[in-house]
């Protein structure tokens, strides 16, 4: 998975709880992104980050915030769980510049259940 | 905002046959347009890719086919095997100006027969 992981893998939570996901990379690509996947939608962009502190949302923003101290490092935060926000998450990464693609690879995924 | 739409959303062929995966997207100025296979429990994994300069391209078995003027562009799989059994995504973005977003199909769920 390119040097991505997530974690934790997997959350069982409750409503109106908050939830903080993590992705950690090690390949030092400057993009980072924030997706959820669920049956019939494909994957959706909730956040993507464009350096250090550069955040801007996705489509699927409400609910969600997320922020990016160090290069390899991306958070999801939800504030207040709902049960709408039970989902697949999957974090990408990609560095389109210096010679390189605009390829993005997948981490592996957290299975957020919120009851 | 941008739209992509896949078909079919399910599969079924006999390995050895081919499989063909379309895609239309409503965005004229998309320019990359990747495909991914997602096995059960892991993360989306890019296949092939093809940008809007280039009509066709192949890699082994499979080959991608673009048409900017119908906006629309395929995913096509040959000699398929059981291990091709997976969920496959198609998006498009248009680089640099959408930040390297992409905006993704809803998937196909190919199941190959052995």
């Known amino acids: 998975d390119a040097g991505i992981t997530q974690s934790p893998r997997h959350k069982v939570t409750e409503t109106g709880t908050p939830v903080t996901l993590r992705c950690h990379q090690t390949?030092?690509?400057?993009?980072m992104y924030w997706y959820r996947q669920d049956p019939g939608h494909g994957l959706r962009l909730i956040h993507y980050?464009?350096?250090?502190?550069?955040?801007d949302k996705g489509e699927v923003s409400d609910g969600y915030s997320v922020s990016r101290s160090k290069t390899e490092d991306f958070l999801l935060t939800l504030e207040s769980a709902t049960s709408s926000q039970t989902s697949v998450y999957f974090c990408?990464?990609?560095?389109?510049?210096?010679?390189?693609?605009?390829?993005?690879?997948f981490g592996p995924g957290t299975r957020l259940t919120v009851l | 905002g941008e739209n992509v739409e896949q078909h079919p959303s399910t599969l079924s062929v006999q390995e050895g046959d081919s499989a063909v995966i379309k895609c239309t997207y409503s965005?004229?100025?998309?320019?990359?347009f990747p495909w991914y296979k997602q096995e059960l429990g892991k993360g989306p994994q890019l296949i092939i890719d093809?940008?809007?300069?280039?009509g066709e391209k192949k890699d082994q078995r499979i080959a991608v086919t673009l048409n900017k003027t119908a906006k629309h562009f395929s995913l096509h799989i040959t000699e398929t095997q059981p291990e091709d059994s997976a969920v496959y995504f198609c998006?498009?973005?248009?680089?640099?100006?959408?930040?390297?977003?992409?905006?993704f199909g809803s998937g196909t769920r190919l199941l190959v027969r052995p």
């Open positions: 990408a990464i990609s560095e389109p510049y210096g010679g390189f693609t605009d390829t993005q690879y």
């Open positions: 390949e030092n690509h400057r993009y």
């Open positions: 980050s464009y350096g250090v502190k550069d955040t």
């Open positions: 965005d004229s100025a998309s320019n990359y």
């Open positions: 093809i940008r809007s300069n280039v």
């Open positions: 998006a498009a973005s248009r680089n640099p100006r959408s930040s390297y977003k992409l905006i």
